[in-house]
């Protein structure tokens, strides 16, 4: 019992867990949360109901992302993974699901160079299933079955892209955007 309440004061006495012992606010470790995340924009397009229900092809699926990220405020950013998929088959479109995801990340104490690759690579990542869960029931609540997107790897296609964009720069182009750029 003594050495629980020996650890139980010993973290009364860090600073909150800070190790730094400063006040609530005032510490300097890096710190990186999700704060909340939300559907943002969704639309549902269904547009050959309810002929499309007597196909019998299976439709080809076109999945197509963009990731944005822009700041709020010094410490909290947006990010938003926007997701457009289309079903078609010989016989038209059976379906369209634009859907903008968000998620509010709070930052404090974060490189540059790391809260970029945050924002851009790390957040999408915990957004996606979230998500694809999204998508999935608008897909079924569209009279199909659910749509279960293969995971992406987002860290690939940051470190992908940002090797383009040095490359450009290298070249003459435009230098790699900021934090409260898009992507």
Known sequence: MADEEGVLTDLDNSGAGAGDGKPNGADTQPAIGLITQYVKDLSVENPNAPDVYQWTDAPQIDVQFNIAAESMSSDVHEVILKMTLTASSQNGKAYIVDLAYGGLVGMRNVPEEQAHAFLYAEAPRLLFPFARRVVADAVRDAGF????????????LYVQRLQARRAEEAEGGDPIAPVTGNS
Request: hydrophobic share 40%; glycine share 8%; no cysteine.
């Open 145 to 156: 079955p659910p749509l279960m997107l293969d995971p992406i790897d987002f860290n690939g």
